[in-house]
């Protein structure tokens, strides 16, 4: 799964991964991840989430990273906002009033660049990745983050034999990848509706599970 890939999806608009809401994981459990502070949020693969507003509407600088421009152009023209465009030589940095959105690769973020963060969202980036680049994703986030990181997970698991993108992702995986730096508390599974355009896809028995990580001091 290259670049082009990910291009091709926006291209033809086939992101049915995209939720047109705001994420009701996020709504009920990010007060836990973040309390009552705000610190700065990094959200990989990011698409057009309108998860990265609600995030910046409750006093939170983030910080999103989208390959595809055609997701960051979207994210700002839905909402009717203009933001301020920066090319470098790594990402095109749009900026809008501490709303951060970086269109590039995400293996390309440093350690300098994500250095005031100290919260993660992740709802969509670790389920769009096969396994073979979950490893190298989990990897390259711990290895780039500050110490004491918070992190929101939202993973899919199911056990149909469905090609991804979304793939599934095991409670045993996502403790393999993380555990290791953070502690691992799933806080949450719930079953997908038969209805869900997933199930509706052939992956009967799907769950969301729902993730709360602390980075190990």
């Known amino acids: 799964m290259d670049h082009s890939f990910w291009h ?14 705001i994420n009701p ?8 991840v973040a309390g009552q502070g705000t610190g ?3 959200v990989p693969l990011c698409g057009k989430s309108r998860d990265l507003w609600w995030l910046h509407e409750r006093g939170h600088p983030v910080l999103g990273v989208e390959l595809s421009p055609i997701a960051c152009a979207d994210f700002f023209a839905e909402a009717g906002r203009t933001p301020e465009t920066r090319p470098d030589t ?23 660049d994500v250095q005031d963060v100290s919260l993660v969202y992740d709802r969509a980036a670790l389920i769009a990745l096969p396994p073979d680049m979950r490893r190298r994703y989990a990897d390259h986030l711990r290895a780039i983050l500050p110490s004491a990181t918070r992190m929101l ?9 469905v090609p ?28 997908l509706p038969t209805d869900h ?3 509706q896809r052939g992956m009967q028995g799907a769950r969301e599970e729902v993730y709360v990580l602390v980075s190990r001091q």
Do not use: M
């Open 40 to 42: 700065k949020v990094l």
């Open 197 to 199: 355009p997933l199930v």
């Open 153 to 161: 997970l939202i993973t899919l698991d199911h056990d149909a034999e």
């Open 164 to 191: 991804g993108p979304p793939f599934a992702v095991s409670e045993e995986e996502v403790r393999a990848l993380y555990g290791r730096h953070f502690e691992v508390d799933k806080v949450r599974s719930k079953a």
């Open 25 to 32: 994981w996020l709504q009920g459990y990010w007060s836990g």
């Open 90 to 112: 790594r990402f095109t940095r749009h900026g809008l009033d501490r709303l951060e959105l970086w269109c590039g690769d995400f293996f390309a973020l440093t350690a300098e």
């Open 8 to 21: 091709r999806i926006w291209q033809e608009n086939q992101i049915g991964f995209h939720q047109p809401d």
